[in-house]
Each structure stands twice: as structure tokens, then as C-alpha cells.
């Protein structure tokens, strides 16, 4: 069995549903691009079971099965019939613990072809399916909008930056632009493909030690203090997520995310000509010089307290 | 002891002083009056100073609010006010006939703390009239050269006002973030 599997097993469980969970895994595997396999209960590294818990390996992820629909998985239980982003983050989670590296390709090359889109402000396109439900995408108005009747799926698979490989960019005409639905921004689902598509790592296009420059404050990160820092930071000069994991003493999961969303947005791009030619740069403020106002972050501080504002996220 | 002071500003009828009433500790002094002849302004009342409210800190320092209309007549003061601020709240009003001009002009009287990144700006009235959106704000900003942040905001709320100023600190910060440099928002002299 190669490493890039993951393994599961049935313990327990009835035939039918048995044939559910089995159905619903291989469209998982289909998903996340790696290979899920059936294992013995003592070496699986997911075992669901009903009733009493068959003994495992460590590290086995044990899913008690539950009839109660209205309940929410909670760790380690699952209702049936389980919902598809409950069993795809299972075996995410299960391929994360064990550096099983996602089927992020096709994902990555659909987010790509999509920031290259709007980058460039490019003629409107579709995202769909096979059966052609999706989305529209206005670039150049940085907008988009649903398109056909299982539109709120591919939105789904969009904002969710879950594998896209059933999905495709194709040109549209104006005959089928007429169809679209009402147009909404485009940033806050950019944004929040971006920040899913983390759990592919940094857009591999972008080095982690690639200078990044803020063009436009990401508004979009209000209201996280790990964002709002980040954002504090480039805001004040390029760079790279590796300086920023260093110097905001942030989790580099954030400042992947944060990476991600930003530069699908716009709001921050390569500090690099050939990539963003024609960008106007910000007038970055000269770094101020050391001076007698060290005392500023002690003012800073006791402005917050006379405020109420919480201390504990600040920069 | 030395004053501080964080500087208000919106164009005319933006709220400032109820931005300012939501953190100060004194009841802010109105500084708009209802002139006899109206018919001709927006919502019938006009500035003729400045909005105040202070907030005394733990340390014995206080913390000056000033607000101030920018445009009309009271471009001039702009610079002014803004020299020796930590930062300045930028309040828009979307519900004026062209909110981002009145930004572009906002920002041409506190340039000085745009550039360096001491401003951050909120946005009233977007529940009811959702255009500009924020984009459209970012995207404002970004042709002008400006990076600042830009959030929705109802001057009312007195969390809302929090928010903002919490990144505006955090931007000033961030400019002074190797610790004991100044940048324009750290030369704080006391008020005008």
C-alpha cells in the first residue's frame, strides 16, 4: 500500500449504509485527488463503527456513526447520512496529521487561471460544470454572478476553493452573459478562495520569500486581529511571507491565507515589475528614523485602555 | 502633561460629532449651528467649529477628539489640525451624492498622515445606500496612491468606533514597529 493512501474502515456498520459511506468516500477520494483504501480496523487510520469502539492503531481516528440529523458532528461522530464538507474535512484532516499532501493541482491551476483573469481584467468567462451550471465572472467589473440551476454548488466548490477539477473556464457571449443572475463583487469570493486554498500551501507561483506589496487595504481582513496585523505590516513596506511569519510571530497558516486572499483580490501583488507592470506603487512613507518616541506603542496602550480596546491582539 | 490628540474629519453632515460622543468623556461641544437662511444646505445645518471631546488617560495625559468638516471653507485647517495627530478617522457618508469625491478631498487635507499610513477610514450609511461599495473604496484609494484601510462604520456605535481606531493603532504601530521610531503620527505635540 503506497504512503499517498489513505486507509479506512467499516466496523459494525449496516450493509446499507455501509454502501453510502463507501459511495461517499469514493467521491472524497475523487475530491481531494489522493487514493482512499479499505484497511483492517487495528492499522486504518479512520475506522467508523457504530455501537462499542473496536480497538486500533495510534493515531486511529475512530467516527461513531449517529441517527440524530439535527446534530452536529461533533469529534469523533458523524450523523448519517453525513454531509459531503463533514466527510471531505475527515479526510483532509486525515491526510493533514499524516503530510499527505492534497490533490491541490487541478484546484490550484483552475484558482490560477481565475486571478489571472480578473489580474488582467480579462473579457467575462463562465466557471461550470459539466452540465454548464456556475458562475459567470466579470472581470473587468470585478464582479460575478450565478448561472444556471445548480449554480449554487459550483459557488459552493468557488468560495470554498474545494478541489475544482470538475470545473472549467470557458469565454462566454453576450447571448448567455444575458442569462446571468445579479451580479455581486467578486472580492469577498476571491478572498475566501483564497484564504480555503491555504490548505494547498502558499499559490505556487508565489515564493515564501517573494517580496509582496500592499496596492489596496484589504478590508476584507477586518474584524481578524492575526489579518488586520499582517495587513498592518505590509502596509508599511514589501515583505515576504517568510519575513512576515518571522516578524509578526504569526502562524504561517495565517499568513499563507492571508497571502492567498490578498494577491487573489489584488490587494497585494509581487513586488516584482515584470509581474505587476503598470501598477501604480503606494508612496510607502520613509521608514521613520529612530527618534526620542519610543514611548508611542506606552501611548498607544493607555489610549486603549481608556478605551475598553483589548490589549491581547494588538500589534 | 502632554496632550494627545486623534483628529475626526468627513465631509459635511458625516457624523463626526457622534463618532466623537460615542468615546468621549465630556460631552463633545457642538460646532454646527442652523443659520437662518438653510434652504441651501444638506440637512440644514452648518459648521462653524470644530467638534471636541477628550479622554483622560491612566497615566494622567489627555487624549484631545477633535472633529472637523473637510471641504467648503474648511479646507484650510486641515493641515493644521492634522500636524502633531497620532492619526486621523476619516468618516464618509454614503449617502451623499459622490462619497468618493468627498474621500479624495478628505484625503487632500490630511495627506500628510494618509502617506503615512495614520488614517483609516470608516464608511456610514452603507446598509442603506450600498453604493460605493468598499471595493470601490479600495479601488478610489488605490488610483490616488493611498493605502488605508476602510471600514464600514456607524459612528453611533460605539464598538464600531473601536474597531477602527484598533486598526488605525495598529497602523501606527506597524510605522513605528521596530520599536522607538517615530514616524509623522508619533510626534505627537499636544493640541493646536
Known amino acids: 500500500m503506497g504512503n499517498d493512501a489513505i486507509t479506512y474502515c467499516v466496523h459494525a456498520v449496516s450493509v446499507r449504509e455501509c454502501a453510502l459511506l463507501t459511495t461517499m468516500i469514493d467521491r472524497v477520494s475523487r475530491r481531494i485527488g489522493r487514493p482512499i483504501r479499505y484497511a483492517p480496523a487495528a492499522v486504518a487510520q479512520i475506522v467508523f463503527f457504530e455501537g462499542r469502539r473496536p480497538a486500533g492503531s495510534r493515531g486511529t481516528v475512530f467516527v461513531q456513526l449517529t441517527r ?3 446534530r452536529e458532528p461533533g469529534p469523533g461522530t458523524l450523523p448519517m447520512p453525513p454531509h459531503m464538507t463533514h466527510m471531505l474535512e475527515l479526510f483532509a484532516g486525515a491526510a493533514r496529521d499524516r503530510g499527505i499532501a492534497l490533490g491541490c493541482g487541478p484546484a490550484t491551476d483552475t484558482v490560477r487561471a481565475v486571478c489571472d483573469l480578473f489580474q488582467k ?25 450565478r448561472f444556471g440551476r445548480n449554480a449554487d454548488e459550483t459557488a459552493a466548490q468557488f468560495f470554498q476553493s474545494e478541489p475544482l477539477q470538475d470545473l472549467r473556464l470557458k469565454r462566454m457571449d453576450d447571448a448567455a452573459l444575458a442569462l446571468a443572475g445579479d451580479r455581486q463583487s467578486a472580492e469577498p469570493a476571491l478572498w475566501y478562495m483564497g484564504m480555503a486554498h491555504a490548505r494547498c500551501g502558499l499559490f505556487p507561483w508565489v515564493s515564501i520569500d517573494s517580496l509582496l ?20 505590516l505590509l502596509r508599511v513596506r514589501p515583505h515576504s511571507a517568510s519575513a512576515l511569519v518571522s516578524e509578526a510571530g504569526m ?57 475598553g480596546i483589548p490589549f491581547h491582539d494588538r500589534a | 502633561m502632554t496632550a494627545l490628540k486623534l483628529v475626526f474629519a468627513g465631509s459635511l453632515g458625516t457624523e463626526t460629532a457622534t463618532a466623537i460622543r460615542a468615546i468621549s468623556e465630556i460631552k463633545p461641544l457642538p460646532a454646527e449651528v442652523r443659520p437662518l437662511d438653510h434652504r441651501h444646505l444638506d440637512n440644514g445645518w452648518t459648521p462653524v467649529a470644530m467638534d471636541h471631546g477628550m479622554l483622560t488617560l491612566g497615566d494622567g495625559r489627555t487624549l484631545h477628539l477633535y472633529g472637523t468638516p473637510a471641504g467648503l471653507r474648511f479646507d484650510f485647517p486641515g493641515p493644521i489640525i492634522a500636524q502633531g495627530a497620532l492619526g486621523a478617522v476619516l468618516l464618509m457618508d454614503n449617502s451623499r451624492p459622490d462619497p ?6 478628505c484625503l487632500q487635507a490630511f495627506q500628510s498622515l494618509a502617506v503615512a499610513g495614520a488614517v483609516a477610514i470608516g464608511v456610514g ?7 460605493p461599495a468598499l471595493d470601490d473604496y479600495a479601488g478610489a484609494l488605490a488610483r490616488l496612491r493611498i493605502v488605508a484601510p476602510v471600514l464600514p462604520l456607524d459612528p453611533r456605535d460605539r464598538r464600531d468606533v473601536l474597531r477602527l481606531l484598533q486598526v488605525l493603532f495598529r497602523q501606527i504601530e506597524a510605522m513605528n514597529g521596530d520599536g522607538g521610531t517615530a514616524g509623522p503620527a508619533a510626534s505627537a505635540q499636544g493640541p493646536p
Open chain 1, 213 to 232: 506589496r500592499m496596492r489596496a487595504w484589504p478590508y476584507l481582513a477586518a474584524g481578524s486581529p492575526a489579518l488586520e496585523k499582517i495587513a498592518a
Open chain 1, 251 to 307: 502562524a504561517a497558516d495565517d499568513v499563507i491565507a492571508f497571502v492567498n486572499a490578498a494577491l487573489s483580490c489584488g490587494f497585494i501583488t509581487l513586488a516584482d515589475p515584470a509581474y505587476d507592470a503598470g501598477a501604480d506603487s503606494p508612496p510607502y512613507a520613509p521608514r521613520p528614523a529612530k527618534g526620542s518616541h519610543g514611548a508611542l506603542p506606552v501611548m498607544l496602550n493607555a489610549i486603549r485602555k481608556a478605551l
Open chain 1, 68 to 70: 440524530d440529523s439535527g
Open chain 1, 121 to 145: 481584467a480579462g473579457p467575462p468567462h463562465a466557471l461550470v460544470n459539466e452540465t454548464d451550471d456556475g458562475l459567470l465572472l466579470f472581470p473587468g467589473a470585478r464582479q460575478f454572478a
Open chain 2, 100 to 105: 468618493l469625491a468627498d474621500l479624495a478631498v
Open chain 2, 125 to 131: 450609511r452603507m446598509n442603506h445606500h450600498p453604493r
